[in-house]
């Protein structure tokens, strides 16, 4: 009995410890995997908050190695100013010369002292105001009218408020006829997105280049429609040589907004050259004579190159700063995320550890992908290259869209450190084929205006018993032209036919396809003038000339 008691106690005391043991087991394992989980969400914090990787300047992350600010990182706001080459003398230099002759709201007063201070000239700069006729209060000129008198050639007839208002503002335009002839053009530029606290940051003065050689288009048309060849021709040259002024841009940055203003004034000349200057009969050799040698001394139009690297500055000068030099730290990173689309929670991103040499080497080698592409031969080739550029961001972009890359970003900085680099490009890079088709047609009007000058001028050397026009544009060549000229577009000479007592000229266009002579403006078709203007689709057509010209009677502006 004794015995049975004690097996008794003890079997109990035995359960009890094994109970007890496996308490304390399951204890250790929720204690252990509570542990884990703790480890595994610092660890996770660790990675998402923790410090990021000194950014290391080189070439292939800040692309710009010096000059240095004090804290170590480049300094690009300085770099562009160097780049841009020394300010040239206020008196010679274009920049001033506009300044002195916009609006006075065209320079933000805060930047004014520093700006001006750049430039050497004094804070109260405008001596007088050119509004264009539209706004002038003294003068009654519709918008339509004005555009009307930038298509057409007109005279004090048609339109007599607009024919008043440039008698009355003559000596004022001629001021910027004047200031075509300065010797440079400095001025920097606020595409510079991070530096705008503190340089001299100023780009206001494009749409004051752009007004003035607006009024100079409206009134050299003004002096075809008056017979005032010579006149009209001066006009266009200023506006010429004023956008050769600006993107003269060999030794300096171009930003895309002063780019597209050069291209745009050099169409104008171009328009009123091959649509009304060139088609009338009563040009003399010897203005042809001074219109080539004036088109030849011209030089090129802006590089493409120069539009690159000025987005690249801007970029770069505006990443680094707000990453490394914010007051308020990553705090203010959601700046650089407004707009870019990180995807849901795009604000703790903003917070997260993010290895921007990375992101910097990323951004860099796309930008370097973009310059091997301009340099590659062939329009077309060069083309298809930066359609494949953009829909390769595109894609990856929408990839990013996935919930399981998105779930990797948040758990691993090398994914995180990719989505931004693709959001950021996806966001800031600009249609380079939009860029390179812009270029390509200016040089491609550049090329046919050219080329009708050097048939105008073998018609006048080989009338009144000679053909009117030569059967091949080989017979310009070498005394009206170096070369036979080549299509921009296409690489191969321009389309040239003899069309009874004239010629058609043509420009494959954007397309790469000749449609028949088919003009962007519309008003030729087939390659023959029409009453009414064709509707056309703008990356579907040529850039023609077709000599001659119908003797039109000035079509009157159509008031809604």
């Not at 690009?76 to 010369?97: D, Q």
Request: glycine content about 8%.
């Amino acid at each position: 009995m004794k015995v049975t008691m004690n097996d008794d106690v003890s079997k109990h005391a035995t359960v009890e410890s094994g109970d007890h043991r496996s308490r304390r087991w399951w204890l250790d394992i929720r204690w252990i995997t509570a542990g884990v989980v703790a480890a595994s969400v610092a660890f996770m914090a660790w990675g998402f908050f923790g410090p990021e990787p000194p950014l290391r300047v080189s070439r292939e992350t800040t692309f710009i190695t010096e000059p240095l600010a004090a804290d170590g990182l480049p300094d690009y706001a300085a770099a562009w100013v160097a780049m841009s080459g020394p300010a040239p003398p206020p008196e010679e230099n274009l920049a001033v010369a506009v300044l002195k002759r916009c609006r006075g709201d065209a320079l933000d007063p805060s930047y004014a002292p520093v700006v001006c201070g750049a430039l050497g000239i004094s804070t109260d700069l405008v001596e007088d105001r050119l509004v264009d006729p539209t706004s002038d209060a003294s003068t009654m000129v519709s918008r339509e009218a004005f555009k009307a008198a930038c298509e057409q050639p007109w005279t004090a007839k048609d339109i007599p408020e607009l024919d008043d208002w440039l008698r009355k503002n003559e000596p004022m335009i001629d001021r910027f006829v004047e200031a075509s002839r300065l010797p440079g053009y400095w001025l920097p530029s606020s595409s510079m997105w991070g530096f705008r606290d503190r340089l001299p940051v100023f780009s206001g003065i494009e749409p004051e280049l752009r007004r003035g050689s607006e009024i100079l288009k409206c009134r050299s048309l003004w002096h075809v429609g008056h017979g005032r060849y010579a006149e009209a021709w001066r006009d266009l040259h200023a506006i010429a040589r004023l956008s050769r002024l600006i993107a003269a841009a060999e030794r300096r940055p171009l930003d895309f907004r002063t780019f597209s203003t050069a291209l745009g004034m050099q169409d104008y000349v171009d328009h009123v050259m091959t649509h009304a200057l060139l088609a009338k009969p009563g040009i003399s050799r010897d203005l042809l004579a001074t219109m080539a040698r004036d088109l030849d001394s011209l030089g090129p139009l802006p590089a493409a190159s120069t539009v690159v690297l000025a987005e690249r500055l801007g970029i770069m000068g505006y990443v680094v700063p707000l990453v490394l030099r914010s007051p308020r730290g990553r705090g203010d990173r959601a700046k650089l995320y407004d707009g870019i689309d990180v995807g849901t929670g795009s604000s703790i991103f903003g917070w997260s550890s993010i290895d921007w040499n990375h992101v910097l080497k990323r951004l860099n080698a796309a930008y370097d992908e973009v310059d091997a592409i301009f340099l590659s031969p062939g329009y077309r080739e060069r083309q298809e290259k930066f359609e494949h550029f953009h829909d390769a961001l595109r894609r990856e972009h929408d990839a990013w869209k996935q919930g399981s890359r998105r779930a990797m970003a948040l758990l691993n900085r090398g994914y995180r450190s990719d989505l931004v680099a693709n959001a950021i490009e996806r966001h800031v890079m600009i249609d380079f084929g939009s860029v390179l088709a812009m270029l390509t047609r200016s040089r491609a009007q550049v090329v046919l205006a050219r080329t009708a000058v050097a048939l105008a001028e073998w018609k006048l050397d080989h009338e009144p018993d000679g053909p009117c026009y030569p059967d091949r544009l080989e017979a310009l060549v070498p005394r009206y032209l170096p070369a036979v000229p080549l299509d921009p577009f296409a690489d191969a000479p321009l389309i040239y036919e003899r069309r009874g007592d004239g010629y058609l000229l043509a420009s494959v266009g954007q397309n790469g396809v000749y449609d028949g002579g088919l003009d962007m403006r519309g008003w030729i078709a087939g390659g023959e003038w029409h009453d009414t203007p064709q509707k056309v689709v703008r990356d579907k057509c040529d850039h023609v000339i077709r000599m001659p010209m119908p003797d039109r009677p000035f079509i009157q502006p159509v008031v809604p």
